[in-house]
C-alpha cells in the first residue's frame, strides 16, 4: 500500500514536472512573441506606423537576414537541452545530473534573450528619435491588451 501510494506520488511529480518544462517551450519556439516574420523587430503593421524609409527597410531586413542563423542554433540548443532534461526526468538520474541539465536550458534561453537583445539595438540604431518614441507609444498601448506587464524592447 504504502509502496504503491509513493510510486503513485512521484509519478504525480515527474508527470507535473514534464508539464512545467514544455510550458514556455511554446514561446522559445516563436509562439506569442508579437514581432515580425523573423522575431526580434518591429512587425508589418508597426512598420507602417514607423512610415520607414526605403533605406531603413532595406537595412532592417539585412539585420534580420545576418541573425537568422544564430538564432536557429540557439533555438536548436534550447529544443535539445529541454529534450535531454525531459530524458533525465524520466530516468535514474541524481539530482545533481537533473540541475545540471537545467542550468543548460537556463543558459540556452539566456542565449537567445541576449541575442534578442543585440538585434534590438540593432533596429534602435536605425530608428530616428521620433520613430523610437513611437514605436515605444504603440508598445505601451498594446502592452495592456496583451496582458504583459514590464519593458518591452523593439
Do not use: W
Not at 24 to 51: E, Q, V
Not at 55 to 73: V, Y
Not at 114 to 133: G, S, V, W, Y
Amino acid at each position: 500500500m504504502l509502496k504503491t501510494k509513493t510510486i503513485s506520488i512521484l509519478t504525480f511529480f515527474t508527470f507535473l514536472l514534464s508539464a512545467l518544462l514544455f510550458i514556455p517551450s511554446a514561446d522559445a519556439r516563436g509562439r506569442g512573441r508579437g514581432m515580425g516574420p523573423d522575431d526580434a523587430g518591429p512587425g508589418p503593421r508597426m512598420l507602417d506606423l514607423l512610415d520607414l524609409s526605403s533605406e531603413q527597410k532595406d537595412q532592417l531586413k539585412a539585420i534580420r537576414r545576418a541573425n537568422r542563423d544564430n538564432r536557429n542554433q540557439i533555438q536548436d540548443r534550447i529544443e535539445d537541452a529541454r529534450d535531454h532534461l525531459q530524458n533525465l526526468m524520466q530516468s535514474d538520474a541524481s539530482e545533481d545530473e537533473l540541475r545540471a541539465a537545467h542550468k543548460k536550458v537556463q543558459e540556452a534561453m539566456q542565449a537567445a534573450g541576449n541575442d534578442r537583445f543585440e538585434q534590438m539595438l540593432k533596429i534602435r540604431a536605425i530608428l530616428t528619435p521620433e520613430q523610437r518614441k513611437e514605436l515605444g507609444t504603440y508598445r505601451d498601448g498594446r502592452k495592456g491588451r496583451r496582458g504583459r506587464s514590464g519593458p518591452r524592447g523593439f
